[in-house]
Protein backbone atom coordinates (compact mmCIF):
# COMPACT_ATOMS: atom_id res chain seq x y z
CA UNK A 1 0.00 0.00 0.00
CA UNK A 2 1.39 3.08 -1.08
CA UNK A 3 2.67 6.09 1.42
CA UNK A 4 0.10 9.13 1.73
CA UNK A 5 1.41 12.68 3.18
CA UNK A 6 -1.13 14.84 4.26
CA UNK A 7 -0.45 18.45 5.78
CA UNK A 8 -2.03 20.10 8.08
CA UNK A 9 -2.63 23.28 9.68
CA UNK A 10 -2.92 23.02 13.59
CA UNK A 11 -4.44 25.40 15.52
CA UNK A 12 -2.17 27.35 18.19
CA UNK A 13 -1.79 25.64 21.72
CA UNK A 14 -4.64 27.62 23.36
CA UNK A 15 -7.26 26.67 20.92
CA UNK A 16 -6.15 23.54 20.45
CA UNK A 17 -6.62 22.53 24.16
CA UNK A 18 -10.41 23.82 23.66
CA UNK A 19 -10.54 21.75 20.56
CA UNK A 20 -8.56 18.65 22.42
CA UNK A 21 -10.48 18.65 25.22
CA UNK A 22 -13.77 18.54 22.90
CA UNK A 23 -12.45 15.67 20.67
CA UNK A 24 -11.10 13.56 23.83
CA UNK A 25 -14.55 13.68 25.18
CA UNK A 26 -16.51 12.85 22.47
CA UNK A 27 -13.88 9.97 21.77
CA UNK A 28 -14.33 8.55 25.16
CA UNK A 29 -18.23 8.81 25.13
CA UNK A 30 -18.39 6.84 21.53
CA UNK A 31 -15.21 4.75 22.04
CA UNK A 32 -13.96 6.17 18.71
CA UNK A 33 -10.44 7.57 18.43
CA UNK A 34 -8.43 10.40 19.55
CA UNK A 35 -6.61 12.87 16.93
CA UNK A 36 -4.87 16.04 17.28
CA UNK A 37 -7.30 18.71 15.56
CA UNK A 38 -6.32 20.04 12.40
CA UNK A 39 -7.43 21.39 9.18
CA UNK A 40 -5.61 19.31 6.12
CA UNK A 41 -4.35 21.69 3.39
CA UNK A 42 -3.54 18.47 1.05
CA UNK A 43 -3.17 15.15 0.77
CA UNK A 44 -1.89 12.72 -2.03
CA UNK A 45 0.61 9.80 -2.34
CA UNK A 46 3.90 10.28 -1.46
CA UNK A 47 7.04 8.09 -2.97
CA UNK A 48 9.64 7.14 -0.33
CA UNK A 49 12.09 9.57 -1.30
CA UNK A 50 9.76 12.98 -1.07
CA UNK A 51 11.00 15.21 1.64
CA UNK A 52 8.01 16.41 3.53
CA UNK A 53 10.22 18.92 6.05
CA UNK A 54 11.45 20.69 2.69
CA UNK A 55 8.09 21.10 1.17
CA UNK A 56 7.03 22.42 4.53
CA UNK A 57 9.30 25.31 4.89
CA UNK A 58 9.44 25.87 0.94
CA UNK A 59 5.16 26.11 0.80
CA UNK A 60 5.49 27.95 4.38
CA UNK A 61 8.37 30.64 3.56
CA UNK A 62 5.82 33.84 3.87
CA UNK A 63 3.10 32.95 5.91
CA UNK A 64 2.03 34.10 8.84
CA UNK A 65 0.20 32.83 11.62
CA UNK A 66 -3.55 32.10 10.02
CA UNK A 67 -6.59 33.25 11.35
CA UNK A 68 -9.62 31.33 10.30
CA UNK A 69 -13.97 32.02 10.70
CA UNK A 70 -15.56 29.83 12.10
CA UNK A 71 -18.23 29.17 10.66
CA UNK A 72 -20.89 25.96 12.35
CA UNK A 73 -20.76 22.35 13.49
CA UNK A 74 -21.87 19.87 10.71
CA UNK A 75 -21.88 16.05 10.19
CA UNK A 76 -21.57 13.63 7.46
CA UNK A 77 -21.37 9.97 6.83
CA UNK A 78 -17.47 9.91 5.98
CA UNK A 79 -15.55 8.55 8.54
CA UNK A 80 -13.24 11.58 9.23
CA UNK A 81 -16.29 13.88 9.13
CA UNK A 82 -18.60 12.54 11.49
CA UNK A 83 -18.91 15.22 13.77
CA UNK A 84 -16.49 19.07 12.35
CA UNK A 85 -16.35 22.67 12.86
CA UNK A 86 -16.50 24.17 9.30
CA UNK A 87 -14.46 27.04 8.72
CA UNK A 88 -14.41 29.75 6.03
CA UNK A 89 -12.83 29.44 2.95
CA UNK A 90 -9.29 31.76 3.00
CA UNK A 91 -7.08 32.98 0.38
CA UNK A 92 -4.11 32.02 2.13
CA UNK A 93 -5.56 28.28 2.94
CA UNK A 94 -5.60 27.81 -1.31
CA UNK A 95 -2.23 29.25 -1.25
CA UNK A 96 -1.02 26.91 0.98
CA UNK A 97 -2.76 23.77 -0.74
CA UNK A 98 -1.47 24.78 -4.33
CA UNK A 99 1.98 25.19 -2.46
CA UNK A 100 1.99 22.05 -1.01
CA UNK A 101 0.01 20.21 -4.39
CA UNK A 102 3.23 21.90 -6.96
CA UNK A 103 5.83 21.07 -4.40
CA UNK A 104 4.52 17.13 -4.21
CA UNK A 105 6.21 14.59 -6.74
CA UNK A 106 3.17 13.00 -7.58
CA UNK A 107 0.01 15.58 -7.05
CA UNK A 108 -3.09 14.42 -5.58
CA UNK A 109 -6.54 16.16 -7.05
CA UNK A 110 -7.16 16.79 -3.09
CA UNK A 111 -10.25 19.52 -2.88
CA UNK A 112 -9.60 21.89 0.01
CA UNK A 113 -12.39 22.22 2.63
CA UNK A 114 -11.25 23.69 5.74
CA UNK A 115 -13.06 21.99 8.82
CA UNK A 116 -11.81 20.73 11.89
CA UNK A 117 -13.16 17.08 12.74
CA UNK A 118 -13.85 16.54 16.18
CA UNK A 119 -15.02 12.93 15.87
CA UNK A 120 -14.23 10.01 13.84
CA UNK A 121 -16.89 7.12 14.08
CA UNK A 122 -19.94 5.55 12.11
CA UNK A 123 -23.35 6.50 14.14
CA UNK A 124 -26.71 7.76 13.21
CA UNK A 125 -27.88 10.61 11.87
CA UNK A 126 -30.20 11.75 14.42
CA UNK A 127 -27.16 11.23 17.33
CA UNK A 128 -25.05 13.48 14.69
CA UNK A 129 -27.39 16.25 14.23
CA UNK A 130 -28.20 16.23 17.64
CA UNK A 131 -24.68 16.46 18.42
CA UNK A 132 -24.43 19.22 15.71
CA UNK A 133 -26.96 21.74 17.31
CA UNK A 134 -26.32 21.45 21.53
CA UNK A 135 -22.47 20.87 21.41
CA UNK A 136 -20.83 24.38 23.24
CA UNK A 137 -18.65 26.09 20.73
CA UNK A 138 -16.71 29.16 22.35
CA UNK A 139 -14.53 30.20 19.45
CA UNK A 140 -15.59 32.06 16.80
CA UNK A 141 -12.75 32.32 15.10
CA UNK A 142 -9.22 29.54 15.12
CA UNK A 143 -5.38 30.64 14.81
CA UNK A 144 -3.55 28.25 13.83
CA UNK A 145 0.91 28.66 13.92
CA UNK A 146 1.98 25.31 12.19
CA UNK A 147 2.15 22.71 9.33
CA UNK A 148 2.76 19.31 10.08
CA UNK A 149 3.35 16.69 7.78
CA UNK A 150 1.63 12.98 8.49
CA UNK A 151 2.12 9.92 7.07
CA UNK A 152 -0.36 7.11 6.89
CA UNK A 153 -1.11 4.32 4.58
CA UNK A 154 -4.21 4.46 2.23
CA UNK A 155 -7.61 6.11 3.21
CA UNK A 156 -8.82 6.45 6.76
CA UNK A 157 -11.71 4.52 7.54
CA UNK A 158 -11.48 3.04 10.61
CA UNK A 159 -10.54 3.87 14.18
CA UNK A 160 -7.33 1.40 13.44
CA UNK A 161 -6.14 3.33 10.76
CA UNK A 162 -6.06 6.83 12.47
CA UNK A 163 -3.76 4.82 15.18
CA UNK A 164 -1.44 4.45 12.65
CA UNK A 165 -0.40 7.62 10.99
CA UNK A 166 2.86 9.02 12.10
CA UNK A 167 3.79 12.79 12.27
CA UNK A 168 6.75 12.96 10.46
CA UNK A 169 7.68 16.91 10.49
CA UNK A 170 6.49 20.10 12.32
CA UNK A 171 6.92 23.61 10.48
CA UNK A 172 6.15 26.41 12.84
CA UNK A 173 4.43 29.48 10.91
CA UNK A 174 5.96 33.16 11.27
CA UNK A 175 4.05 35.40 14.30
CA UNK A 176 2.01 37.75 12.88
CA UNK A 177 3.50 40.80 12.05
Known amino acids: MPRHMSYWLVPAEA ?3 VFQELITTLAQRYSAPTFVPHVTLYSGES ?3 EQPLAIMAQATRAVYVVRLQVERILYTAEFTKTLFVQLHPSPVLR ?3 DALRQLSATPST ?3 NPHISLLYT ?3 ESEQRHLA ?3 P ?3 STVSCDAVWAIASWGVTRTA ?3 TRWEVVGRQPLQPAP
Do not use: I
Open 15 to 17: ERG
Open 47 to 49: PPD
Open 95 to 97: QLT
Open 110 to 112: YVL
Open 122 to 124: HMR
Open 133 to 135: TTL
Open 137 to 139: LSL
Open 160 to 162: ADV
